[in-house]
């Protein structure tokens, strides 16, 4: 019920394409859901997050879509760059700090 | 304003010791999380701390102890290392503790346990 499955482990995409990493969760109590960007050797850093009253947010080239019937919400990168080649986490939160990761995504932007 | 620090970066240690790892949240923070950070299980919740407070623990075996200080310092514990503790060990920090505060990650400690 805690679980927050994501999809795919990697993903290669071309510059300029839109990467979408999808995830998944049980837990109909979880009212929070951000997305972290992890670079090696860092820790991760907030990328854009959702409230499950709002079906989708745009941040600059960064767009959730969140479907709270299916329980399921994915991150949609516009224009990639090189650049946003890292590790990408979705993650739920249930009133508080308790963040509930998914398995991450390893991205990579070929030039 | 400084990020969330973490000491140290690296650590070394053998099984059955113990270790204390560090965080000093971004100034004017209250709340400290911890997070281990593994290939195969991958981030997991160790617990939050909110006024030296714990409020959230996560799903931990007791020999995985935090404590925060007044001025929102936090310090972790694990005794009796195992191997399976060898980790990427987070802090994050957030204002209030909301659960819309953002949190941010520290650069993370490294534990190998030998």
Not at chain 1, 58 to 68: C, L, V
Not at chain 1, 70 to 77: M, V
Not at chain 2, 77 to 82: A, I, K, M, P, R
Request: charged share 15%; proline share 6%; glycine share 10%.
């Amino acid at each position: 019920q805690q679980q927050v499955k994501q999809s795919p482990q990697s993903l290669i995409v071309q510059k300029g394409g839109i990467p979408i990493i999808n995830c998944a969760y049980e837990n109909t109590a979880f009212d929070y859901f951000p997305w972290y960007q992890q670079f090696p050797g860092k820790g991760p850093a907030l990328l854009i997050a959702i409230r499950p009253d709002v079906s989708e947010k745009k941040e600059g080239r960064f767009t959730i879509s969140f479907n709270k019937s299916a329980k399921q919400f994915s991150l949609h990168i516009m224009d990639s760059q090189p650049g946003d080649s890292a590790t990408y986490f979705c993650a739920a939160c249930q009133g508080a700090q308790k963040l509930v990761f998914g398995q991450g995504t390893r991205l990579t932007i070929n030039p | 304003k400084a990020g969330v620090t973490q000491t140290p970066r690296y650590l070394i240690k053998t099984r059955g010791q113990q270790v204390t790892l560090s965080c000093s949240p971004i100034s004017g923070h209250r709340s400290v999380s911890w997070y281990q950070q593994t290939p195969g299980q991958g981030l997991q919740f160790l617990f939050e701390y909110f006024s030296e407070t714990q409020r959230n623990k996560g799903n931990f075996p007791g020999r995985f102890s935090g404590r925060q200080f007044s001025n929102s310092r936090s310090e972790m514990n694990v005794s009796t290392l195992e191997l399976g503790d060898s980790a990427l060990y987070l802090c994050a920090s957030s204002l209030g503790g909301g659960v819309t505060d953002t949190q941010y990650f520290g650069p993370g400690t490294r534990l190998t346990v030998l």
